[in-house]
């Protein structure tokens, strides 16, 4: 099967996981291993498309999410250079450097964990319907719902194996040169990237909530830039069939 025609090879080295949501199932060995199912080629096109389309969209909100947050923090007074210095959270005392479960990137992604449950806690007490709004959103809100909880805990997962594979090798994080590092850093932004604009469409849904959904926008900001400085060539690593 890795023989055929068409797969990419290694895509699915740096990837979401999020097989129900990717636009490369045809193409990917792993998939295909795991759906056992060699007949559904045309069918996997067909399913890719359409995931292609999703992910088009998600793109246009995170265009949209980057121009509310500046909208936001100019309302709230955060100038952009204030903005810029609060991007980076503070480099970890050299203790504790040895674990990178206390990396400040990785303690702001576990955050946001927190902050995912509190906010969804806070809309289901004060709504009067029997189902949470995590596991039973309104069907205009269902998508980007589902991607906040698809990244939920998979963010802070991501940036403490990016940091462990960079102290691993002795080097400080920020001059990884390691592709493990660099395609996992990778992985962490585009799903903090994906999560971004999906919070960005829950703004203003919410109103009794729309302090702390700004508090979400703000903190995954801030987290985006920060593994950003950390990893530094991670943006730019080319992923094998999603990037180049
Ligand atoms: S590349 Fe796509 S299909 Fe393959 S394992 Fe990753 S998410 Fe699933």
């Given amino acids: ?94 203790s504790l450097q040895r674990d990178a479960r206390e990396h400040p990137c990785a303690n702001a992604a576990l955050f946001y964990a927190g902050m995912v449950n509190e906010w969804f806690a806070a809309v289901d007490e004060l709504s009067e319907a029997e189902e949470s709004l995590l596991t039973h959103p309104p069907h205009t809100l269902e998508e980007p719902i589902e991607v906040i909880r698809h990244y939920q805990y998979f963010i ?34 585009i799903a903090i990237d994906r999560t971004l604009a999906a919070w960005s469409v829950l703004y203003g849904e919410y109103l009794a909530q729309e302090d702390s959904t700004l508090s979400i926008l703000l903190h995954l900001d801030r987290l985006r830039r920060s593994v950003e400085v950390a990893f530094p060539a991670g943006r730019s690593f080319v992923r094998p069939g999603f990037d180049g």
Wanted: charged share 30%; aromatic share 8%.
């Fill in 1 to 94: 099967m890795a023989d055929e025609p068409g797969l990419i090879p290694g895509i699915y080295i740096y990837c979401d996981r999020w097989c129900e949501r990717c636009a490369f199932t045809s193409r990917c060995l792993q998939f295909r291993i795991e759906a056992e199912d060699l007949e559904r080629g045309n069918a996997l096109q067909n399913f890719d498309a359409m995931n292609l389309k999703f992910w088009q969209e998600m793109g246009k909100a995170l265009v949209q999410a980057m121009r509310l947050i500046r909208e936001i923090a100019a309302k709230e007074g955060i100038a952009p250079y204030d903005l810029q210095k609060e991007t980076v959270f503070s480099e970890p005392p050299e």
């Fill in 156 to 189: 802070y997962p991501k940036i403490v194996r990016a940091i462990e594979g960079g102290l691993s090798k002795k080097e400080s994080v920020g001059i990884e040169s390691d592709d493990d590092v660099c395609g996992t850093a990778k992985v962490a932004l």
